[in-house]
Every structure is written in C-alpha cells, then in structure tokens.
C-alpha cells in the first residue's frame, strides 16, 4: 500500500522522503465495465473483491465476470459489444462457454500488451490521481474506503468516462 505521489517538497538540497506504516500482503481486485452508447450519458459499472473470500480466492473468478455482465446486461437493458483484455480469467473454458451461450452479448478481445487500447486502464489512472495520490493508507480497510468513494465520485463524471475512450483513438457514439 505504498502511496502514489503527485506532488510533494522539502528544503533546498534535501531529498523529500514519504513514511508509510509497514507493509501488507492483503489485496484489492476491482472489475469495471465503462458503458458507452449512442445518446444517454456514459456509465461505469464495478465491483469491488477484497481478497478476504470464503473460496480462498484472492481475486475474480470467472462467474464474478459473469454475474457483473450479467448485471450490465440488466442495467443497460439491450446488447453488449464486449471489449477486453487478455488477463486469465477472461479467457477461461467457463468464461468462453458463457459468453458463447448469451446471444445478447458479442465479446471481442484485444491484442496481447495493449493497455493503450482499453478505455478502464485509463480510468485506473484517474482514479490513482484522484483518490491514492499522496495518502498513506493506514490499513486495508481504509484503502478499499478510498477506492469506493473515488468510484463513486467518478461515476457522475461522465466527460472523465468520455476522455477515458478518447484516449483509445476512438470516440462516442454520436
């Protein structure tokens, strides 16, 4: 949980140096799905697992991708154009066979090391700025608050969900 920084200062000559209170093994996996089409605002739509799960897990399985989609379907109320990345889970057997099994959803995967391509690894930066930068986290609960209130901040910004996809190369749906 070492802090991101964004800015700091000290005295002429000295190096400015940030404390942190230990170290933690405990991890947070955060899914978001940015929803654009033709007409209303831009929506986000995530899900938070801390890695304290019943199954042992310490991250997304693949029917946590399911049942987000699942909820976005409902949310959206019509089809979705899939875009993601290439991490595991999104390419697992029971993953393939359920997108496969949902005619309203059309899955496309993006190139391997494309980061540039994919609209939420911008809004992960944004999100780092906005709720990380130069905090020191006191322990693992207060991290997973951070992240909770700078999402839901977020989700009423739609032109930051809109800069997110300008950054891909593409653009809104007029």
């Given amino acids: 949980m070492t802090p991101p920084t964004t800015r700091t ?5 000295h190096t400015p140096v940030v404390r942190v209170r230990g170290r933690s093994r405990r991890r947070l996996s955060v899914a978001a799905l940015l929803c654009y089409k033709a007409g209303p605002p831009s929506r986000l739509i995530y899900r938070l697992c801390p890695d304290a799960r019943p199954d042992g ?3 997304f399985s693949w029917t946590d991708y399911r049942d987000l989609i699942q909820t ?3 949310q959206l109320g019509g089809p979705i154009a899939l875009v993601w990345d290439n991490l595991n889970t999104h390419l697992t057997a029971g993953m393939r066979r359920c997108t496969a099994d949902r005619e309203w959803l059309t899955v496309t995967q993006l190139p391997p090391y494309a980061p540039h391509l994919n609209p939420v690894e911008s809004l992960w930066s944004v999100l780092r700025r906005i709720s990380q930068a130069n905090r020191a986290f006191a322990d693992p609960d207060d991290l997973i608050t951070a992240i909770r ?5 977020l989700q009423y910004r739609h032109d930051v ?3 997110c996809l300008t950054t891909t ?3 809104k749906p007029p």
């Fill in 72 to 74: 976005a379907h409902h």
């Fill in 57 to 59: 897990r310490k991250s």
């Fill in 169 to 171: 190369g593409l653009r």
């Fill in 9 to 13: 200062w000290s005295r002429r000559g």
């Fill in 161 to 163: 969900f809109d800069g």
């Fill in 149 to 153: 209130r700078g999402l839901h901040r």
